[in-house]
Nanobody, 121 residues
Framework: VQLQAYGGGLVQAGGSLRLSCAAD????????MGWFRQAPGQEREFVAA????????LYADSVKGRFTISRDNGKNTVYLQMSGLKPEDTAVYFC???????????????WGQGTLVTVSS
């Protein structure tokens, strides 16, 4: 099982950033994919999820309308396009493979190393 998130960095408030998560085929094909984040001193929380077909997605209320999850099954990659970034979006972002279409962390059984997003005010 191999997941690698990348694309994080430092961005000003109001800016945009796109995260990517590359997976090996066994990890990716046929699975739901999700993004989670963990801010300093806080628990990891759900951000977004997308079905294998890409026809359904799910978002945390805090990012709805600002973030968009998508996937390219030919490249075994899932993306998180983030716009209108706020300082409170600062966190380490993780991608994960899901067994069910859920916001619950227990539904995800494979996790990649995170990528840090820092939003300055």
């Amino acid at each position: 099982v191999q997941l690698q998130a990348y694309g994080g960095g430092l961005v000003q408030a109001g800016g945009s950033l796109r995260l990517s998560c590359a997976a090996d085929g066994r990890t990716f094909i046929g699975y739901i994919m999700g993004w989670f984040r963990q801010a300093p001193g806080q628990e990891r929380e759900f951000v977004a999820a997308i079905t294998w077909s890409g026809t359904s997605d799910l978002y945390a209320d805090s990012v709805k309308g600002r973030f968009t999850i998508s996937r390219d099954n030919g490249k075994n990659t899932v993306y998180l396009q983030m716009s209108g970034l706020k300082p409170e979006d600062t966190a380490v972002y993780f991608c994960a493979r899901g067994r069910s279409f859920s916001i619950q962390q227990k539904s995800y059984d494979a996790w990649g190393q995170g990528t840090l997003v820092t939003v300055s005010s």
